[in-house]
């Protein structure tokens, strides 16, 4: 595994900081890099107050002089605008004061009460404040350093949001760049801002009922090689690594790659796709398998689709019970999104940087940019003629 990375920091302490290590010496990448891309996750009709608060910026610590990255390992810090508000609560000395109250009615559907079990925590906020999905803030810096790698390849990565809730308009027939292009001037993600007016009803609707909402959302590759990943074993395998990391992000439930679920109703001449030969070597009639077969990219676009549940803190809480009192109480409320799949989606597309940015590196190695484009001109020919 060329690239490691850990992300630390709890939704309402100082700071988020992430580690990654891996990154080869050479590359140009500025702040600004990473900035869009946080950014990009704080948008979305139906977001919470703290979006309001917050406007993510990146500091580097290390790995990076003069606009270049040397090699070592890049430490980035986010500071928490919040933190402000929050000294208090969140102190790292001390004994807590009586104006500190305890979270003790865990919101089904968090992590409050399984992690205050697993932990031993009787005040759940020391889980909740780290389960938060403030956290995904750290990997989109962390994937937009490897976004800015794969750039130097070729490599594009996008999303955009399918359906929220149970509103799922058709989808146009549209290159999945294009409907990228599109996503970033809806509201909501989705690849036709003509629609984010019943989107929009949707969430206000869901709000007015004191309710949260989900949705799917599509993450995809172009420009990736055949050859990344590998048939030799469960853990090396692409379409494997690439759903552990999709899965990991804070509420997603189900995770495909191309046509996922519906192909197994399919007879197998629908689904696998045709191979044919042009100027530039081998290319698929169709991509049911979402650019990968046995564990191996095959050269077609990586499409990744991913259910977002609903965010579990509602202002209209379900029953639960106060672990101190052990009666039956509603549960706890905190302020939240009503719903952000639109942010998932970017915070998907980070994943799906990171796990091609690792297997492209243990594909073609090197320390130092320039290297790394040799092999992988050398490597494109080879394939051409293949
Ligand atoms: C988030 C910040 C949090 C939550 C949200 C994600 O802000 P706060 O807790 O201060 O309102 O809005 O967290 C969750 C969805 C969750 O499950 O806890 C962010 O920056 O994305």
Redesign the pocket.
Known sequence: MPIRFLTAGE??GKALVCLLEGIPANLSLSSEDVNIELQR??RGYG?????K??S?RVEFLSGVRFGKTIGSPISMVIWNK?WENWQEKMAYEGEPSERVVPFTRPRPG?ADLVGGIKYNQRDLRNI?ER???????ARVAVGAVCKRFLREFGITIGSYVVSIGNLKPRLEERNLLERHRLAESSEVRFPDPSKDEEFRRIIDEARERGESLGGVFEVFAVGVPPGLGSHIQWDKRIDGRIAQAMMSI??IKGVEIGGGFGLAEKFGSEVHDEIGRSEEGYIRYTNNLGGTEGGITNGMPILVRCAMKP???LTKPLRSVDIETKEEVKAGK????IV?VP?ASVVGEAMLAIVLTDAFLEKFGGDFIEEIKERFERYKQYVKNF
């Open positions: 939704s309402h996750r704080q977001r919470g107050g703290r979006m608060i917050e993510d919040d968090h909740l389960a938060s999905a403030r956290e995904t803030a804070q509420a965010i579990p803190t905190e302020r939240s999104d952000a942010a």
